[in-house]
């Protein structure tokens, strides 16, 4: 698995963040089963992350330890999650999420449904500016 140590930002990133037998055995097909269903918000934030638009690449429903997450700068240890309706029922599951990714050397964004569809503009201008900051370290 690929850990950022805390005193080495330009740590170099793979593509694989989660162990071989994870993969294979349940987080392969769910990635495949969230890319083919994505939400509306996903989908539409997806057409303005992918071929690089932002001018780094951007993963979706990418592995990272135990966790599926939606978007994933691997290149700034970015992580983008789109919160639904469902995740006001899972506050503390979310934040130990985030809290273990944290600790991995991710830096976590979360944007709701309603903020993606609505407001984009100001996602896509949040995700920029944490990726220039985080490139730039």
């Given at each position: 698995?690929?850990e950022a140590p805390a005193d080495q930002?330009?740590?170099?990133?793979?593509?694989?963040?989660?162990?071989?037998?994870?993969?294979?055995?349940?987080?392969?097909?769910?990635?495949?089963?969230?890319?083919?269903?994505?939400?509306?918000?996903?989908?539409?934030?997806?057409?303005?992350?992918?071929?690089?638009?932002?001018?780094?690449?951007?993963?979706?429903?990418?592995?990272?330890?135990?966790?599926?997450?939606?978007?994933?700068?691997?290149?700034?240890?970015?992580?983008?999650?789109?919160?639904?309706?469902?995740?006001?029922?899972?506050?503390?599951?979310?934040?130990?999420?985030?809290?273990?990714?944290?600790?991995?050397?991710?830096?976590?964004?979360?944007?709701?449904?309603?903020?993606?569809?609505?407001?984009?503009?100001?996602?896509?201008?949040?995700?920029?500016?944490?990726?220039?900051?985080?490139?730039?370290?």
């Open positions: 698995m690929n930002p330009d740590y170099p990133y793979r593509m694989y963040t989660t162990d071989a037998k994870r993969w294979t055995k349940s987080l392969k097909e769910y990635a495949r089963v969230n890319r083919r269903q994505p939400t509306p918000a996903e989908d539409h934030l997806w057409q303005t992350l992918r071929g690089a638009q932002l001018g780094v690449r951007f993963r979706r429903q990418h592995a990272i330890k135990q966790f599926i997450v939606d978007f994933v700068c691997l290149a700034a240890w970015l992580i983008v999650e789109v919160d639904g309706g469902i995740h006001a029922d899972q506050a503390d599951y979310d934040a130990g999420r985030t809290h273990e990714l944290q600790e991995c050397g991710f830096l976590v964004l979360r944007f709701s449904n309603e903020e993606v569809l609505n407001d984009t503009a100001k996602v896509l201008r949040i995700i920029a500016e944490n990726v220039q900051l985080l490139m730039s370290r």
